[in-house]
């Protein structure tokens, strides 16, 4: 086992134990704060994997920047940040889970081109850029239209239109809280003929 | 087909059938609120039909027959059912006396059913019958005659019911309709046999030597009295007797045209039609005659108790009927032929009488008649005692000859049990007959002065149209028997062998019995001093018996009410109810179930959508993983 | 040498299975947005590894993109759930069921 091999267990290792952390949390702020460590973990691995800049792009974006905003967005709620967490259910989900990971870990391993030892390579960031703009300029420009898009959108999205809305508590277009007897209601009759 | 304009006979044909269909039309589209017009149109297409009738029997007297003509009508594969004609000598005697007595009824009823709001319904309904009797005579398969058969007795229903405001006609109606029915039913079966083994249904083809060899003789018997109970129904024989009685519910014209002359005959034309064919299965025929004779055995003592006018011709003329069966069952074609033609002759002229003292007493009680003066009426009651006496058989009336065919042929069999039973019912004929003759000629009691309630001035008009056909009528009766010869070289298509004179015994043997009956009638009923209480009368059991018809309806109805309705009906209505009813509707509770059962994915729930759509993913890798 | 391709195939299916049971278990939309930013970052690592398979930078250029739609949609989510929020009270997708039969 060389040392690149044994890195790449351990940060798979570190990487797994974040997700599954933060995917099981009540509390989202918990969860966001182990999903950072995984995503530090992923640009860790990024790295091992040479793709530096992608790295960097990684700790800066992905972890810097989306998960300071969900944070932020966490706490913008009035209530509690404890009050926020929920019971879950948590069996259709583990079901649907483990068949999909079932039905993955077949196709990886049928598939005889997943036995191929990768050979170690670094893409430097200038020859990344390069070649991003050389080739794929079209994208990038979309790309960045597509982040002022969302941008407008959000602002759109975030105006208060009218300041009693607010106010007034919960609207009649939710469902009344105990919702889960619902399911017993029967949507017809069963009449005698 | 082009040439039908070309053939006269062809052409005389399709008048003689049609020329009452179109009468019908008219009447039922454009005239119905016209009498006069609807009277005279059916009168003038009936008179067409007589026409053609005489014309189709002056041309072809004797000589040329069969003559066929037929037209493609049903083919499928390698059956071909065609529509067509055939002429023979039993068909177009038949044919003329079909056209003959329906133009005598109508006539007559110009005068019975005047005032009648029901008048052009009447005429309609009359010529709808002559046009389906008619084309029954001469129709050329059998699946054609049973067409018609059908129609013949739908018209029957409709005008027995026809005043259809009295409760009484129209269960009368139905219950003619069904019992006939009954028969029809496993006379169909008998076609079908017959269809199956021959290949087609030419009555030519049937009655020939070839198809029986064909036939294996079980079949054949099979077939036989399949056909025959159809006969049994139209023909009223035992066990399908009592809609006739019932059926004197309808005007008496139609009594005596239907139920006389025509309609019930037509069972009696079918046997005499099939004979070749029928005659093959002795078994049958012996069965046949059995019927025949415990018909008019019973139908006699029937009449011999009943009060109704009406009621006793028709018993009488189940009891013919089953009298022309025994004469053909017993092998003679001719005889059976010959008795029908001149039965139809007196028995309408007995029920045409009738109909004038019901049509003037409204009553049809016997004794009410003549107690009203029933007597005083010239023409019906000289008429009443011609056909009374042809029909006991009395010489030197037709009924006379014709008996004494049909048993002569009965004398030929080697059991005397049959002619014994013939004998015998000749003497009831004869009895029941002359009893009713003298009930109305010697009227006891009070005899009421009263003047004709129409007055005889008044009627004027209408009185010649319901005379003259009696007279001619009793004409007939006079002069047919003498024709015996020249029909019975007509019907055999030639010269026929001189009778042996071995039963030269039995014309006075059956004379002189109903000459017994005749006088023993006198005695009971006809002497000044007599109790008009006939012997059966003085026997109260007997009579009871009798007079409830032998208590044929009562198995009649136990059948229909234990059988039918509380077996038959009852697992019917069991079985719709619970196993189509339930099973649709278990089948739409399924559905319904099925839905509510998956009514959960729609829970409107984001979560359990996503993980729906991530599910059908994780299969489609599967697919992909296994393809 | 580092690893077989399958493994690192395997430990982002890992990932993404986790993700995917983050997203449809938790009855709070917050949760649900991680769980789909999860997917993502497994999807990324498969993007990285096949890049080094076939040694094309194409897979890096990707997986830049997805950075960026992420960022994106994560964003616009999150506004959405606030505006949802402000408008029923909750973030309990299990109460807007209102498209229930």
Redesign the interface.
């Known amino acids: 086992m060389t040392l690149y091999a044994a890195t790449f267990y351990l940060l798979g290792i570190v990487i797994l134990t974040a997700t599954g952390l933060a995917v099981t949390r009540r509390q989202p702020i918990h969860a966001v704060l182990y999903l950072i460590v995984a995503f530090l973990g992923t640009a860790a691995l990024f790295f091992l994997l040479g793709a530096p800049l992608l790295a960097a792009f990684t700790v800066i974006i992905y972890a810097g920047a989306i998960m300071i905003v969900v944070l932020f967005i966490i706490m913008l709620f009035q209530e509690s940040p404890r009050k926020i967490g929920m019971r879950s259910e948590w069996g259709p989900g583990l079901l649907l889970g483990v068949v999909f990971l079932a039905v993955a870990v077949a196709t990886i391993f049928k598939d005889p081109g997943s036995r191929i030892v990768l050979q170690g390579a670094v893409a430097q960031p200038r020859d990344f850029g390069r070649f991003l703009f050389d080739r794929y300029w079209l994208a990038v420009e979309i790309v960045s239209v597509l982040l002022l898009v969302a941008l407008v959108a959000i602002l759109h999205l975030g105006k208060r239109r009218d300041t009693e809305e607010t106010e007034k508590g919960p609207s009649p277009h939710l469902s009344p809280p105990g919702g889960e007897g619902r399911d017993e209601e029967v949507g017809y009759h069963k009449e005698g003929h | 087909m082009t040439s039908w304009l070309n053939d006269p006979s062809l052409m005389a044909a399709i008048l003689a059938t049609w020329l009452p269909f179109i009468s019908f039309l008219l009447i039922m589209v454009f005239t119905r609120n016209h009498r006069r017009l609807s009277g005279g149109i059916a009168v003038a297409a009936v008179t067409g039909s007589v026409a053609g009738a005489i014309f189709l029997l002056t041309r072809h007297g004797g000589h040329g027959f069969p003559i066929h003509y037929s037209a493609r009508w049903l083919i499928a594969g390698d059956i071909s059912i065609p529509f067509g004609f055939l002429l023979d000598p039993v068909s177009l005697l038949m044919l003329l006396l079909v056209a003959a007595i329906s133009f005598l009824v109508q006539v007559y009823s110009l005068g019975y059913m005047a005032g009648d709001p029901g008048f052009s319904r009447y005429y309609a309904f009359q010529s709808l019958f002559a046009w389906a009797m008619m084309t029954l005579t001469v129709s050329s398969t059998l699946l054609q005659l049973y067409v018609f058969w059908e129609l013949v007795g739908l018209s029957s229903y409709l005008l027995i019911g026809f005043w259809y405001e009295r409760f009484s006609a129209t269960q009368a109606g139905k219950k003619a309709f069904v019992m006939t029915r009954l028969g029809d039913v496993a006379f169909f079966i008998g076609l079908l046999l017959v269809l199956l083994h021959l290949g087609n249904l030419e009555i030519l083809e049937i009655n020939s030597s070839e198809a029986v060899a064909r036939m294996p003789s079980g079949l054949l018997t099979l077939a036989a009295l399949l056909i025959f109970s159809g006969i049994v129904g139209k023909s009223a024989q035992f066990p399908l007797m009592t809609w006739l009685p019932d059926a004197m519910e309808g005007p008496t014209p139609v009594s005596a045209l239907l139920h006389s002359a025509t309609m019930v005959a037509a069972g009696v034309y079918l046997f005499a039609r099939l004979f070749p064919f029928l005659s093959h299965s002795a078994d049958a025929m012996t069965v046949f005659l059995a019927i025949g004779t415990v018909s008019m055995l019973l139908a006699s003592t029937m009449a011999m108790v009943s009060r109704d006018i009406k009621q006793v011709w028709a018993y009488s003329t189940i009891s013919q009927l089953g009298f022309m069966i025994m004469g053909l069952a017993a092998g003679s074609l001719f005889a059976g032929s010959f008795h029908l033609a001149t039965h139809a002759g007196f028995k309408a002229l007995l029920f045409l009488c009738s109909g004038v003292w019901v049509h003037l007493y409204e009553t049809n009680d016997v004794y009410e008649i003549s107690r009203r003066g029933g007597r005083r009426l010239k023409t019906p009651m000289v008429c009443l005692v011609i056909a009374a006496a042809a029909l006991s058989g009395l010489p030197p009336l037709s009924g006379f000859f014709s008996k004494e065919v049909i048993l002569a042929a009965l004398a030929g069999i080697r059991n005397p049990l049959w002619l014994a039973a013939g004998l015998l019912g000749v003497f009831l004929t004869a009895y029941y007959t002359f009893r009713l003759v003298f009930i109305i000629l010697f009227p006891r009691g009070e005899v009421r002065q009263e003047p004709s309630p129409h007055g005889r001035g008044g009627m004027g008009a209408l009185y010649w149209t319901m005379g003259c056909p009696l007279v001619i009528l009793a004409g007939v009766t006079l002069m047919l028997g003498f024709l015996e010869t020249p029909l019975r070289e007509f019907l055999s298509g030639g010269t026929v062998a001189h009778q042996d004179g071995a039963h030269a015994w039995l014309p006075y043997i059956s004379a002189g019995l109903a000459a017994f009956g005749v006088g023993m009638t006198w005695v009971e009923f006809g002497r000044r001093a007599a109790l008009q209480v006939g012997f059966v009368d003085r026997i109260p059991p007997l009579r009871e018996l009798f007079t409830q018809r032998w208590y044929l309806d009562y198995v009649y109805r136990a059948f229909v009410e234990v059988v039918i309705d509380r077996v038959l009906s009852r697992a019917c209505a069991k079985n719709e109810d619970r196993v189509i009813n339930d099973s649709i509707d278990g089948f739409c509770d399924f559905t319904l179930d099925t839905g509510h059962l998956f009514s959960f994915l729609q829970s409107g729930k984001l979560r359990y959508n996503l993980i729906v759509m991530f599910g059908a993913l994780a299969l489609v890798a599967l697919y992909f993983l296994l393809a | 040498?580092?690893?077989?391709?399958?493994?690192?195939?395997?430990?982002a299916?890992?990932?993404?299975?986790?993700?995917?049971?983050?997203?449809?278990?938790?009855?709070?939309l917050?949760?649900?947005?991680?769980?789909v930013?999860?997917m993502m970052?497994a999807a990324?690592?498969a993007f990285?590894?096949a890049?080094?398979?076939w040694?094309l930078?194409e897979g890096?250029?990707f997986?830049?993109?997805i950075?960026?739609?992420?960022?994106?949609?994560?964003?616009?989510g999150?506004?959405?759930?606030?505006?949802v929020?402000?408008?029923?009270?909750?973030?309990?997708?299990?109460?807007?069921?209102?498209?229930?039969?």
């Not at chain 3, 950075?67 to 616009?76: D, F, G, H, T």
């Not at chain 3, 999150?78 to 505006?83: C, D, I, M, T």
């Not at chain 3, 929020?85 to 039969?101: A, E, F, N, V």
């Open positions: 040498m580092i690893v077989p391709l399958g493994h690192i195939f395997l430990l299916g890992i990932i993404f299975s986790m993700g995917l049971v983050c997203l449809v278990a938790h009855r709070n917050i949760m649900t947005l991680i769980g930013e999860v970052n990324a690592i990285i590894a890049a080094l398979r040694k930078m890096q250029a997986v830049l993109f950075l960026a739609v992420s960022a994106a949609e994560i964003s616009l999150l506004a959405l759930v606030v505006s929020y402000r408008r029923t009270g909750s973030i309990d997708p299990d109460r807007y069921d209102i498209l229930k039969w």
